[in-house]
């Protein structure tokens, strides 16, 4: 009876071995193997795309390839001004005739700031951001830098753009502007300006500022009575066509041509990116959207 028992044990615990065996075999319990991700292809001359939650790369072409980066160096200016010690978002801004003068000298997008009006910091940074207003960057410029005189006000401010960029261990950017619009040696890499990118995440002001897509601002003029503008519109298009876009800001020029900062998460990672000199709007939008598709898949 026990010699039966053992034997049935025997041959049950030897079909356990043989039917585990023909499943490894079939590969049945054995994981797939993984689909092959094919690198995208994109226009933009250079790319780059990290996993915001690590700081990996996810991918690179003439990743650190310096460029002219058109208005997103207005991601450094926004990041230089959130970054000044005991700020008040609150505080009312003079719009001066220069900041007009200067958008029309260099046929430059605009915010539509009314000289005379007075306009808070958190007011600029939306039109800075959204319209990519080059008059709300030198508002911002004027304000936050140190010196007697505009100019020097001006100097003092990029003067910290460079510096947070030295911070951040970038060799490969420098700004001579406020807001992209350079006077030739304004340039940065997909990948220093995915880093500077990164950091500036990092302020929940400026998250808020560059996820929204639309923001009308109320100013007071000169006699003190309220002015509501014309809504200010994001000229970021994945706000709207990118499930999951966050941010961030779009660049373009004859230099530069067009470039995009971009960055959205999807089931808790964030992949954040850039494309410089692509060929269209259109373009460096499908560009950055294939960058990300292939980060979320990776």
């Known amino acids: 009876m026990i010699t039966a028992i053992k034997g049935m044990r025997v041959r049950r615990a030897a079909g356990v071995v043989l039917t585990t065996g023909a499943?490894?075999?079939?590969?049945?319990?054995?994981?797939?193997?993984?689909?092959?991700?094919?690198?995208?292809?994109?226009?933009?001359?250079?790319g780059f795309v990290m996993n915001s939650g690590t700081g990996s790369s996810l991918y690179t072409k003439a990743a650190d390839t310096r460029r002219s980066t058109g208005s997103t160096t207005k991601?450094?200016?926004?990041?230089?001004?959130?970054?000044?010690?005991?700020?008040?978002?609150?505080?009312?801004?003079?719009?001066?005739?220069?900041?007009?003068?200067?958008?029309?000298?260099?046929?430059?997008?605009?915010a539509r700031l009314i000289v005379g009006d007075k306009v808070t910091v958190r007011q600029l940074l939306y039109g800075l951001m959204?319209?990519?207003?080059?008059?709300?960057?030198?508002?911002?410029?004027?304000?936050?830098?140190?010196?007697?005189?505009?100019?020097?006000?001006?100097?003092?401010?990029?003067?910290?753009?460079?510096?947070?960029?030295?911070?951040?261990?970038?060799?490969?950017t420098k700004f001579d502007s406020f807001d992209g619009i350079g006077n030739g040696s304004n340039y940065s890499t997909p990948r220093d300006l995915t880093k500077i990118t990164r950091s500036a995440l990092k302020s929940a002001n400026?998250?808020?500022?560059?996820?929204?897509?639309?923001?009308?601002?109320?100013?007071?003029?000169?006699?003190?009575?309220?002015?509501?503008?014309?809504?200010?519109?994001?000229?970021?298009?994945?706000?709207?066509?990118?499930?999951?876009?966050?941010?961030?800001?779009?660049?373009?020029?004859?230099?530069?041509?067009?470039?995009?900062v971009f960055a959205a998460t999807r089931n808790g990672k964030t992949v954040v990116g850039?494309?410089?000199?692509?060929?269209?709007?259109?373009?460096?939008?499908?560009?950055?959207?294939?960058?990300m598709n292939y980060g979320f898949a990776r």
Do not use: H
């Not at 499943?23 to 250079?46: E, F, S």
């Not at 910290?160 to 030295?166: D, G, S």
């Not at 373009?283 to 950055?288: F, P």
């Open 23 to 46: 499943v490894l075999a079939t590969g049945a319990l054995g994981t797939a193997p993984a689909q092959a991700l094919t690198k995208p292809t994109i226009a933009a001359k250079g």
């Open 75 to 110: 991601i450094m200016t926004a990041k230089v001004v959130l970054a000044q010690p005991n700020l008040n978002l609150d505080a009312k801004v003079t719009i001066q005739k220069a900041y007009s003068d200067y958008i029309v000298r260099n046929t430059a997008s605009s």
């Open 206 to 260: 400026f998250r808020a500022i560059v996820k929204t897509k639309k923001y009308t601002a109320k100013t007071i003029t000169k006699t003190g009575s309220t002015r509501t503008m014309a809504p200010w519109t994001n000229t970021n298009g994945l706000l709207s066509s990118y499930s999951g876009t966050i941010g961030v800001k779009t660049g373009s020029g004859p230099e530069a041509k067009y470039c995009l």
């Open 274 to 291: 850039t494309v410089l000199a692509s060929t269209s709007i259109s373009a460096r939008e499908s560009d950055a959207k294939k960058l």
């Open 130 to 172: 959204l319209p990519s207003g080059c008059d709300a960057a030198y508002a911002l410029a004027d304000k936050f830098g140190s010196g007697s005189t505009r100019a020097a006000r001006v100097k003092s401010f990029i003067g910290k753009m460079n510096k947070q960029a030295r911070d951040l261990g970038l060799t490969n």
